[in-house]
């Protein structure tokens, strides 16, 4: 597995969320102008892309964001997620940042609880879809 951080959104990420989170997932607003300033963490296996996270800094929460998360279902039971999510915690250090949150699925906290995050706040909906925000010092 190659794995590759670009600078903005590109085609290999767009691939990757469009599949799961638009036509698997049901979600429509998918991407927004958060994209156009995030690094993406891509995946590829030999040169098909099949998983994707974006990690951007937010001022107004003192903290790097790890969003997008994305794993093509083929590719799914391979640990690619945790490893993607430790990839990002690695580019955020690089950075210079000492935490990370991230707004959950709440389908998946125990995913993230694994890792070492922390759900904090209250369950919010996002397109029918309940999330909470999660968060872990590095």
Known sequence: ???????????????????????EQGFHDEFDEIDKTASHIIFFDEEKPVAVCRVFWDPAMNSYILGRLAVLKEYRGRNLGSDMVREAEKHVLEKGGNSIALHAQCRVTAFYRSLGYGEYGEIEDDEGCPHIWMKKSL
């Open 1 to 23: 597995m190659k794995t590759v951080i670009y600078d903005g959104l590109n085609d290999h990420a767009i691939e990757v969320r469009q599949k799961v989170f638009v036509e």
